[in-house]
């Protein structure tokens, strides 16, 4: 489980790195399975989900 601090500094961070190089994850060519590991995957780590499955557990 994540803290409501943790959550929010992680979350803060992605927003930042968006507004950074936000014309490049905007263009056309910024490819859907790239958003995934740019900001899909480490938003749902910052919730504290086991995306990975690291736990190795049954679905």
């Not at 927003?15 to 190089?21: A, G, L």
Request: charge should be positive; hydrophobic fraction near 35%; proline fraction near 2%.
């Amino acid at each position: 489980m994540t803290d409501i601090g943790s959550f929010k500094e992680k979350l803060y961070s992605l927003i930042s790195k968006f507004e950074k190089d936000k014309d490049r994850y905007l263009s056309k060519g910024y490819l859907e399975a790239q958003v995934r590991i740019d900001f899909l995957n480490p938003f749902f780590k910052a919730l504290g989900w086991d995306i990975e499955n690291k736990a190795h557990k049954i679905e």
